[in-house]
């Protein structure tokens, strides 16, 4: 049995007024300052805010996490990946493969930059 990755669910009514169309609905998105904001689009990306990940809402890696339970309460949704690259997530190894060694690669020349610097600040 598969299992399919859910849909971004966290909707707020527009209005409470009854309509003659369907209800229009807000979903709520990170933004690049990682706040939350409302927006009538649902995100085309899915991301984890603990870990700081963020991948396609399709994303083999995520319904296995789903599945497991635990991970929903901590799942977030992004309008674009520059959206999530300047909120400070990075790409998903599973389902951006193409994308996450420079992430990764980049990740370590910044640790190692700052180990530097914090060993000459101590040396100096």
Same mark, same amino acid.
């Given at each position: 049995m598969t299992t399919t990755p859910r849909t971004p669910t966290t909707t707020v009514p527009v209005s409470e007024e009854p309509t003659a169309g369907p209800p229009s $609905? %807000?979903?709520? %998105? %990170? #933004?690049?300052? $990682?706040a939350p904001t409302l927006s009538p689009v649902p995100g085309t990306l899915g991301g984890h805010r603990r870990s700081r990940i963020y991948g396609r809402l399709d994303c083999p890696g995520a319904a296995r996490a789903i599945a497991r339970g635990g991970y929903v309460t901590h799942r977030v949704f992004f309008a674009d @990946? @520059? /959206?999530a690259i300047a909120a400070g997530y990075r790409p998903c190894a599973v389902c951006l493969r193409e994308r996450y060694p420079c992430a990764v690669c980049l990740r370590e020349r910044y640790l190692r930059w700052k /180990?530097?610097?914090v060993a000459s600040a101590?040396? #100096?």
């Open positions: $609905r %807000l979903y709520r %998105l %990170l #933004g690049p300052d $990682r @990946e @520059e /959206t /180990t530097s610097q101590a040396a #100096g």
